[in-house]
């Protein structure tokens, strides 16, 4: 198996513009996380999803923030519109029931 | 409620005992993990702990939980220059799904 892969590895936009990023989890797993990553607050869970059901999303900063999971092997976290802020790296892990979350490699994004 | 609090910054030479602490304030505390970060990469599992338990040892690694005192720590024997990377602290509780909270990291460098 690959692992957890994002896209885009790094992504540099302007504020106000729209920001999509992507994840795919393992296969077969049933959890699918979204953190952010920032010097100031470390790592901080946005949002998760069990059986592409969100079940807490009470990480989401703002409303600016969302996050769908439209099938089991695909989820996207968009921003819109972007500020200098969001400026972090967003990381998207899944794991099979209560067990090991393995993370992706990240996406790091610049907002100018 | 949940905190996790860990020293931000440790550096050894190579050979040496790394200790890099952990405490946390959730006494329900079920699950205590560590994971390492190397650069430019997402989190990986190294080692967890069950709160029953006082010690686990896997190879160079050795994790101590103290209940009492909330406190975890992780040893890393003969550290390495390939060691060098950030640590987290990470709890959950076993009550239904539980997600983690993580510390905000320690940055473990290993000098030649």
């Known amino acids: 198996d690959a692992g957890v892969i994002q896209s885009p590895r790094h992504e540099v936009t302007e504020m106000g513009q729209e920001v999509t990023l992507r994840c795919k989890p393992i296969?077969?797993?049933?959890?699918l996380f979204w953190y952010r990553q920032t010097m100031m607050r470390g790592l901080e869970l946005l949002i998760y999803?069990?059986?592409?059901?969100?079940?807490?999303d009470s990480g989401m900063p703002e409303d600016r923030f969302s996050a769908k999971m439209p099938n089991a092997s695909f989820s996207t976290l968009k921003i819109q519109p972007s500020e200098p802020r969001d400026s972090a790296v967003y990381f998207c892990?899944?794991?099979?029931?209560?067990?090991?979350?393995?993370f992706g490699p990240g996406t790091r994004l610049t907002v100018l | 409620g949940e905190d996790v609090e860990q020293s931000l910054f440790l550096s050894v030479r190579e050979g040496d005992s790394s200790v890099i602490n952990c405490t946390y304030t959730?006494?329900?505390?079920?699950?205590l993990y560590w994971y390492k970060q190397e650069p430019g990469a997402g989190l990986q599992l190294l080692t967890y702990?069950?709160?029953?338990?006082d010690m686990k040892q896997d190879q160079r690694l050795t994790v101590l939980l103290n209940k009492k005192d909330k406190h975890l720590s992780l040893r890393i024997a003969d550290t390495q220059t390939g060691d060098s990377a950030i640590y987290f602290c990470?709890?959950?509780?076993?009550?239904?799904?539980?997600?983690?909270?993580f510390g905000k990291g320690t940055m473990l460098l290993v000098s030649p």
């Open positions: 990470a709890e959950s509780i076993a009550s239904g799904y539980s997600t983690l909270t």
């Open positions: 296969s077969g797993h049933d959890y």
């Open positions: 959730d006494s329900s505390s079920t699950y």
């Open positions: 999803f069990n059986n592409n059901v969100p079940i807490d």
């Open positions: 702990i069950f709160s029953n338990m």
């Open positions: 892990a899944s794991s099979l029931a209560r067990n090991e979350q393995f």
